[in-house]
């Protein structure tokens, strides 16, 4: 009967690859430091070492890098990372006017940035009705929708920066 025993660098060099493949697609280098955890089993392989100490060799290598390098290296790679928002994440906070009147049943608002959204009222504001050409501010993006609080304008800022209403 053959020891499967003497080929189990075979393993740990296909398990190497596997996970260096992974990494290459995922850029968050936990694969990375598992397949350098398991360059540290092959180098027990190597050294002789019985297959449950590789395997324990492997993990705490692993566990090791996942939780002392990799964190070093993730704010390393995000340091030059553009602090502006975009998408919806833009939109939050965003003065705007309404458009039509904004109810129960909804209405339009026009943001600072020209885009006409179907909007709502946030359900922490008390009023119930908004008149057209009253300030607004984004509070939240719900699929397709603007959820706003109606804001006042301070009057030495033209850019339409809000202030919540009180």
């Given amino acids: 009967m053959v020891d499967l025993t003497a080929y189990l660098w075979i393993a740990w060099l296909v398990l190497i690859l596997v996970f260096v493949i992974i990494e290459l697609l995922s850029l968050e280098f936990t694969f990375l430091m598992l397949s350098i955890g398991s360059l540290g089993g092959l180098g027990a392989n190597l050294l002789g070492l019985d297959w449950w100490l590789q395997i324990v060799v492997a993990a705490v290598l692993s566990m090791l890098l996942i939780l002392t390098i990799r964190p ?10 553009d602090p502006a928002r975009s998408n919806v994440d833009a939109l939050i906070g965003m003065a705007g006017r309404v458009m039509s009147t904004i109810n129960d049943a909804g209405g339009l608002v026009k943001l600072s940035n020209g885009e006409t959204w179907s909007a709502r009222l946030s359900p922490a504001t008390a009023l ?3 008149e ?3 300030p607004v501010a984004v509070a939240a993006i719900d699929g397709s929708i603007a959820i706003v609080t109606p804001t006042t304008v301070t009057p030495a800022d033209s850019s339409e ?6």
């Fill in 128 to 130: 119930r009705t908004v």
């Fill in 161 to 166: 920066r809000t202030q919540p209403h009180a």
């Fill in 72 to 81: 070093v290296l993730l704010r390393a790679m995000r340091r030059g990372e």
């Fill in 132 to 134: 057209p050409g009253a």
